[in-house]
């Protein structure tokens, strides 16, 4: 083969899935590809002479549209273009080179021709995002599948297998998926697999219809059992879980033996799905435009995760991530710019993306760290770097916070040596101002720079606050201030404010109270963690939090996360923006009933904290 021609081949080689064809089927492959260059800006052919076209990316950056500005996917080196080969293509999909882009190309049929019978290859080529999900969601996922193509459901199922049988109660099983901590059961008759019972099953065919919890367990599972060999990739497995609406696929040997269950779960901590390629996409962008042309995919991401069951913990890790990965790209752009730092500094963000708890495209909370070494003039370049900052972030649609509690303003762009004195004078000082600031900066990590720069002043805060009662006094009567909305007799109490009339603030009502009862706990007990669910963890069996309580709380934070999440989900797939007013019509009566019962949870424990800390007398 010739010199360039090997060169080519090499390349093609490493790209999952044409990674797992023999050699001479990737010589046959590489022979039969044509080269396109195609311009910034310009369409990428979907076929020569009539002909459908697969195109791998050797250079450049393209961008998939459904209708005129319906972004969905993007494309970078080394990506494949499958859409083109799919059976139903949409009549509105078109691609665009958002970079001066070189393709390698070869006709659909050509390719499947040649990889003959390998049915993972044939699968990667003939299914689009349209056809394996739906659009977007779909897109993101086949984005995803490298990693996912070369892990096998027998690496990761659980194990040891679970098992209960047909005769036990449904009491029985839950107990035992409880004490297990596992969200299914694998149900043998005669030590052969008869059906599957899982968390869903429980609540759907159980607690909802009001069943009697001591009728036998095979009333209620799932009797036709979807099932993987231990051989298929978790890429197969999580078709099959997208196209059955099924989140535990039972998984059997080479033998037939069933060996064990893997879960979405179990997948999404294999592969950060999404994120992970928009991820890199960022890190590559070389200009704004680009990084807002990413930035768009964060509401298809998010719906993606939900429609996979993603919770706020898997969805909130994923979603930080890319806002952290444009916040550096930004700051690494800015230093390109304006030459390297006059001193060390770290760029810190707060609130939900401190806590990893944000979803796509919230406000700015975030501010600058600088080194005690800071010399007068310094500040020249950090206000440029704030600004430059704040100002691309919020073109990505993370938008300016309306409190200006951003680096660009000079107050939260300061020394060490000041943050400390703002941490001091909040603690020791707690008027209004200082409690509401201490509600955002309380939540803090570094995105970029010296980590301990902050590490210093958060040993600092830990060392005084669980010592200062007042303070924390102060705190819960802030905190106590979004109370869940729940009227006499247990009525939902809505929202009437001319713009979102008749609905629930499930962030504010529901959401806040949690966030910020955790906070509390954590700084009466001087405990190291930022995100809420880790808070809870920790601070259980503390003299401020019982572990009944803990538990309570993450229960009715888990709830009404996923109910905002979902609800958020409709929103996207709409074509709305997201927001946190839901409508009560649009729960079924079993979940305004534990709606209500998370709400009341909350409302016990914010009276718990209340007596504990006589905010009356304050």
């Known amino acids: 083969m010739e010199i360039e021609l090997q060169e080519i081949r090499d390349f093609i080689a ?30 990428v052919s979907a076929d020569a002479d009539n002909v459908s076209m697969l195109h791998i990316l050797r250079q450049g950056a393209i961008a998939m549209y459904s209708g005129e500005d319906n972004l969905i996917g993007m494309l970078g080196e080394g990506d494949i273009c499958t859409s083109f080969c799919a059976a139903d293509v949409m009549p509105d ?33 003939r299914h689009s995002a349209a056809q394996r999900l739906k659009q977007a969601v779909a897109r993101m996922q ?45 149900i043998l008759k005669e030590n052969e697999p ?26 209620i599972m799932t009797r036709d059992i979807i099932s993987l060999s231990a051989s298929d990739s978790l890429f197969d497995a ?49 200009s704004l435009d680009a990084l807002v042309e990413a930035s768009k995919m964060l509401p298809r991401i998010q719906l993606q995760l939900v429609n996979m069951g993603a919770d706020l913990h898997h969805l909130g890790y994923a979603i930080t991530a890319i806002s952290g990965a444009i916040t550096r790209r930004l700051i690494e752009m800015a230093e390109e710019k304006l030459g390297p ?95 509401m600031l201490s ?39 802030n905190a106590l201030s979004h109370r869940p909305p729940l009227g006499f007799f247990r009525d939902f109490v809505l929202v009437h404010d001319g713009q979102h009339d008749d609905t629930l603030d499930l962030k504010h009502s529901g959401l806040v109270p949690i966030i910020d009862m955790a906070r509390i706990y954590a700084l009466a007990e001087g405990l190291k963690e930022i995100s809420t669910e880790d808070r809870l963890r920790a601070a259980a069996g503390t003299p401020s939090l019982s572990k009944g309580g803990s538990a309570n709380l993450l229960d009715a934070f888990e709830f009404i996360s996923n109910l905002r999440l979902e609800h958020q989900a409709a929103q996207i797939e709409a074509g709305e923006s997201p927001d946190n007013f839901m409508s009560p019509k649009q729960l079924s009566k079993l ?4 709606l209500k019962d998370a709400f009341k949870v909350v409302q016990t424990m914010q009276a718990t904290l209340e007596m504990r800390y006589q905010t009356g007398r304050i």
Request: charged residues 25%; negative net charge; glycine residues 4%.
């Open 341 to 435: 730092p006059p001193v060390p500094y770290a760029w810190i963000a707060a609130g939900s993306q401190a806590r990893r708890e944000q979803t796509s495209h919230s406000d700015q909370d975030n501010g600058i760290i600088i080194s005690n070494k800071m010399q007068p003039g310094d500040d020249t370049w950090f206000e440029s770097l704030a600004r430059f900052v704040n100002d691309g972030l919020n073109a990505c649609g993370f938008i300016y916070c309306p409190g200006d509690v951003m680096a660009s303003n000079p107050k939260w762009r300061q020394t060490a040596a000041t943050w400390q004195t703002y941490f001091d004078q909040w603690i020791e000082e707690p008027e209004p101002m200082a409690l």
């Open 238 to 286: 999580l078709l099959v879980m997208t196209r059955n609406q099924v989140h535990h696929l039972p998984v059997f040997n080479d033998e037939g033996e069933i060996t064990g269950v893997i879960t979405t779960t179990d997948i999404m901590r294999q592969e950060g799905l999404s994120a992970v390629h928009l991820t890199s996409t960022i890190r590559k962008a070389e």
């Open 591 to 594: 979940e305004r009933e534990h």
């Open 142 to 186: 086949e984005q995803s599948s490298s990693s996912l193509l070369h892990t096998y459901a027998g690496d990761i199922c659980h194990t040891p297998l679970i098992t209960a049988t047909p005769n036990n109660s449904i009491r029985e099983c839950a107990v035992l998926m409880s004490e297990k901590g596992v969200s299914s059961l694998v």
């Open 194 to 219: 008869v059906g599957l019972l899982t968390d869903r099953d429980i609540r759907k065919r159980c607690v909802a219809l009001g069943l009697d919890v001591d009728t036998r367990v095979e009333e």
């Open 93 to 125: 999909f078109y691609v665009k080179a958002t970079e001066d882009t070189l393709l390698y190309s070869i006709p659909c049929d050509e390719l499947s021709r040649l990889v003959g019978d390998d049915e993972s290859v044939l699968h990667f080529i």
């Open 14 to 43: 490493a790209i999952p899935p044409l990674d797992r064809l023999p050699e001479d089927v990737l010589n046959a492959v590489t022979q039969a590809l044509s080269i396109q260059y195609v311009r910034r800006g310009a369409d």
């Open 439 to 477: 509600s955002i900066f309380f939540d803090l990590r570094v995105i970029h720079g010296k980590e301990k720069l902050l590490k210093k002043i958060r040993r600092n805060i830990l060392q005084k606050t669980p010592k200062n009662q007042l303070f924390l006094a102060h705190m819960t009567r």
